[in-house]
């Protein structure tokens, strides 16, 4: 078993960022909004901005009210879609209750849309026509081709259903010419559709859910999941260690998409940026 070591993927990757940035005559800009003071968004926010930073990308960390009203934030989101220094907007998800995020969403240009989550991306992303690409399944993709697996033909099971992860992961996997089968906690027979996967993608948010006699001997295993036990211990959605009796490849967590997400982020930046130019 080896591990696919997030970190370093990473770290190689905000690296070679950081040395295109060097050669431009302007900074990349992103501006990152915050609605609340959610602990595990302020975490996020403020990880993307210290990545930001290192690289070299001008950044705006922009924290506003837990009730901010749907129209001042709308009003933002035009501002920064109207400021040339910016170059990417990314609005932390979840937003509190009161506020819609697919219109705020929708908001956003689509050139400067570096989750990849406007319809217009989303839809590029269908056609396999994508150049701004929701992060975590982008992630995903190049921390599967550091392993020289070729994905054609190859069964890949994808357990989670989600507009952020799931839904763009199944189809990223589609466009490498993989065979698809994308599950949710509801699947009948999960276990046996894993059994088939060459690669396994989980992303369904339920601690240690995937069992390790469910992976076939030589699976990747990709592990999105990030669950907080009773006893602080942060777990993928897969059981680690009973997995990787089985698995080729497996995922750490953390350390393993988690860091990949934020770097695919500069990723998309620096493509905006290009883009805009
Ligand atoms: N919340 C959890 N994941 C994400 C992400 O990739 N982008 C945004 N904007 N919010 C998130």
Not at 86 to 92: F, R
Not at 257 to 277: D, H, Q, S, Y
């Amino acid at each position: 078993m080896k591990i696919i070591d997030g970190k370093k993927i990473a770290q190689d990757l905000r690296n070679d960022i950081a040395k295109k940035v060097g050669k431009l005559d302007r900074a990349p800009g992103l501006a990152v909004i915050l609605v609340g003071d959610d602990p595990a968004s302020a975490v996020y926010v403020r990880n993307k901005d210290n990545a930001c930073k290192e690289v070299g990308f001008y950044s705006e960390k922009i924290n506003k009210p837990a009730d901010i009203t749907q129209q001042q934030l709308l009003d933002e989101i035009e501002r920064l879609n109207n400021d040339d220094k910016i170059d990417g907007i990314l609005v932390q998800l979840p937003l509190p209750a009161h506020l819609d995020a697919n219109l705020v969403i929708e908001t956003i240009s689509p050139e400067k849309d570096v989750d990849g989550f406007h319809s217009e991306n989303i839809g590029k992303l269908m056609q396999n026509k994508a150049y701004l690409r929701p992060c975590t399944p982008k992630g995903v993709m190049t921390m599967l081709a550091t392993t020289g697996i070729d994905l054609v033909g190859k069964n890949c099971v994808v357990v989670g259903a989600s507009n952020i992860v799931g839904r763009p992961m199944a189809m990223e996997l589609l466009n490498a010419r993989a065979t698809v089968t994308i599950c949710n906690s509801r699947t009948t027979d999960l276990s046996g559709k894993l059994r088939q996967a060459d690669v396994v993608v989980a992303a369904v948010g339920i601690a240690q859910m995937i069992q390790g006699d469910w992976i076939k001997p030589g699976a990747v295993v990709i592990d999105v999941g990030i669950n907080r036990l009773d006893s602080g211990k942060l777990v993928g959605d897969v059981d680690f260690d009973a997995a990787s009796v089985n698995a080729a490849w497996i995922t750490p967590v953390p350390g393993g998409v988690g860091p990949m997400t934020i770097a695919t982020l500069l990723e998309n930046t620096l493509t905006a940026f290009e883009n805009r130019k």
